[in-house]
């Protein structure tokens, strides 16, 4: 299926209605699309990026029915959701020369092992001309992957962003309509894989603001006609504003450490404080990555197994750690039941985090009365971080 992005321009891509996870991680609730252009110039056509290798048959179908030639064919990402049908594209339009960064060309040739004289590298800020219409590439690394760019066409004000501003939602929408729909999926796709790079964006964001943008269009996901839609969320995201809110996430064997979860729960909900919590054994962790994006603190439930961290709980540290939210306080509460050194395994999970660990609450067993008041300090103490936290 081909779709007029404006005249002469097309979108090209594949929706992948079914796909449920990706990176054999990430949580597709909603599916995806790999979005590629084609653009076609007055002298040159290009193709900006390709597809995942499970939808090339139906990229190679959407350029067939075009049938137009390819003079160049532009990798913004070497990631294969994008890249995966480049050695195909090669293939069949061999007069096609693949253009990207000095990075992304040593990415394609180890990942896809695409011979060296296919590739034109280009430098930052470089443009190259279709005749009527010009490309510059702007240098954007890590997002998520080193070699990273995005691509401005000066004459439509269209900027190409690949991975950057994208989402994981596949929608026959072609624009964004249903703008609550994809605020959330775009702060899904935010969480999971662009807010280890919170300094780099801003970096980023900073690059483009002066240019005169009237489309984004990313390569998962609906294009967005109101670039500053998706522009101001990133700026509140990537932001070191956070809001007063607790995601509370548990595991527990026998109860001990649900209950110590509920009575949390329920004091700070009597505290009036945000709570989200999240049982692990059925949490999405997308939806996880998501709370986590904006809230002030955490608290972890863990009980202990043998002598460390229920591994359920450890994953869900190691996740927090490598996805570096802006939280500003973690709570550890669980039970055990004779010792353990869970509070050493936290501390070494936790290294890329800027956060105060609040004083944990790891009882023997089941909670007892003054386990209890131990829970209610805790609560206390969060009251007194949040109310500190006021601008
Ligand atoms: Fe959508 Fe980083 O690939």
């Not at 929706?15 to 252009?37: C, H, K």
């Not at 049982?279 to 990555?289: Q, R, Y």
């Not at 229920?310 to 004779?338: M, Q």
């Amino acid at each position: 299926m081909v779709r007029e992005v404006i005249k002469d321009i097309w979108a090209v891509g594949a929706i992948d209605w079914d796909r449920r996870l990706f990176d054999e991680l990430i949580p597709l609730p909603d599916g995806t699309s790999y979005n590629a252009y084609l653009i076609k110039g007055s002298e040159k056509n290009i193709l900006i990026d390709t597809v995942d290798p499970t939808k090339e048959k139906e990229l190679l179908e959407n350029l067939k029915s075009l049938n137009l030639k390819i003079d160049y064919l532009i990798s913004l990402h070497a990631e294969q959701d994008h890249s995966g049908a480049i050695p195909k594209i090669l293939e069949l339009y061999p007069e096609a020369k693949l253009i990207t960064n000095k990075k992304g060309k040593e990415f394609l040739m180890d990942l896809l092992l695409i011979s060296e004289e296919k590739f034109i590298t280009v430098e930052d800020n470089e443009k190259i001309s279709l005749g009527n219409k010009t490309l510059q590439f702007i240098f954007t690394p890590w997002v998520h992957w080193p070699e990273t760019m995005i691509a401005y066409l000066l004459e439509d004000k269209i900027l190409f962003t690949c991975d950057l501003f994208g989402s994981h939602l596949a929608t026959s929408d072609l624009f964004v309509k249903d703008k609550e729909k994809v605020y959330e999926a775009a702060k899904r796709y935010y969480a999971e894989i662009m807010m280890p790079f919170r300094s780099q964006i801003r970096n980023h964001l900073n690059k483009i603001k002066n240019l005169e943008i009237k489309m984004i269009a990313p390569s998962h996901g609906p294009i967005y006609s109101e670039p500053d839609f998706i522009i101001n969320a990133y700026e509140d995201w990537i932001s070191d504003k956070v809001k007063k809110e607790v995601v509370l996430v548990y595991v527990s064997m026998h109860n001990s450490t649900r209950v110590m979860a509920e009575f949390l729960i329920s004091e700070l909900i009597n505290c009036g404080i945000k709570v989200i919590p999240f049982n692990l054994t059925k949490t999405d962790i997308g939806e996880l990555a998501i709370a986590s994006v904006d809230a002030a603190t955490v608290l972890i439930g863990i009980p202990t197994v043998l002598t460390g961290p229920h591994p359920a709980a450890l994953f869900v540290i190691y996740l927090l750690n490598i996805l570096k939210p802006k939280t500003k306080y973690l709570g550890i509460f669980g039970s055990y039941g004779w010792g353990g050194k869970t509070l050493e395994f936290i501390k070494n999970f936790t290294t890329n985090l800027k956060i105060e660990l609040l004083p944990p609450v790891l009882i023997k067993g089941y909670p007892k009365k003054d386990d209890f008041l131990l829970l209610k300090d805790l609560v206390e103490k969060i009251k007194e971080k949040l109310k500190a936290l006021d601008f």
